[in-house]
Nanobody
């Protein structure tokens, strides 16, 4: 079982930037893709971005493309979400999730049901 902890959330003004981190522990010898999701108050959980085990495949939701970038550093158990040009509609609790599969290139797709482990979330608030 992979355990995940998010950090880096906070309060930022419109147009500002934040970098979220997702650090994995536990069964990190397993290969897994990592995704970021967000959930605004009263709304369903929404896919944001995902990255393969080797960091070579990434996929971003249209709503964040060009503003957010998911990345990982080889050899580290941490995935980052760099968020630029933030908008009020980006306000949400951001979660990272792991999808275990024995492939460096695996990408599970945007369905949250494809992910096995979840962090506790970190709040991002964008003020106008």
């Amino acid at each position: 079982q992979v355990q995940l902890v998010e950090s880096g959330g906070g309060l930022v003004q419109v147009g500002g930037s934040l970098r979220l981190s997702c650090t994995a522990s536990g069964s990190t010898s397993s290969k897994f893709a990592t995704g970021w999701f967000r959930q605004a108050s009263g709304r369903e959980r929404q896919f944001v971005a995902m990255i393969s085990q080797n960091g070579r495949n990434t996929y971003h939701a249209d709503s964040v493309k060009g503003r957010f970038t998911i990345s990982r550093v080889n050899g580290e158990n941490t995935v980052y979400l760099q968020m630029n040009s933030l908008k009020p509609e980006d306000t949400a609790v951001y979660y990272c999730a792991a999808s275990v599969y024995n492939s460096d290139w695996y990408m599970p797709g945007p369905n949250p049901e494809r992910f096995d482990s979840w962090g506790q979330g970190t709040q991002v608030t964008v003020s106008s």
